[in-house]
Nanobody, 126 residues
């Protein structure tokens, strides 16, 4: 079974930083693009960042570009999201998600998401 477990959330003051991790299992991690998706209280989910299977192409929601850094360690089956300069509007549950398509070459991504893991709550407040 596909399992995705995010961790690393917590309460942080504005301007602070956090590093989130997502441990993946049950599929060949290195052959799928991955994403971080967040859902703020009372709002719908939004994809904040994506990374292709090889980790050499990344993308960000414009509102987080320059503050969020996505990365992956395919040897450790782990996805990361480092967040700098946290703002109150970053408060949300953060989930990692798997792309629907097998893409070992890394040229195919943003096809859709078929598995979301358990999220981790990030709260930005003074």
């Amino acid at each position: 079974d596909v399992q995705l477990q995010a961790s690393g959330g917590g309460l942080v003051q504005p301007g602070g930083y956090l590093s989130l991790s997502c441990a993946a299992s049950g599929f060949t991690f290195s052959t799928y693009a991955m994403y971080w998706v967040r859902q703020a209280p009372g709002k719908g989910p939004e994809c904040v960042s994506g990374i292709n299977s090889g980790g050499d192409s990344v993308s960000y929601l414009p509102s987080v570009k320059g503050r969020f850094t996505i990365s992956r360690d395919n040897a450790q089956n782990t996805l990361y999201l480092h967040i700098d300069s946290l703002k109150p509007e970053d408060t949300a549950v953060y989930y990692c998600a798997k792309d629907t398509n097998y893409a070992p070459s890394g040229t195919s991504w943003y096809n859709g998401m078929d598995y979301w893991g358990e999220g981790t709550l990030v709260t930005v407040s003074s």
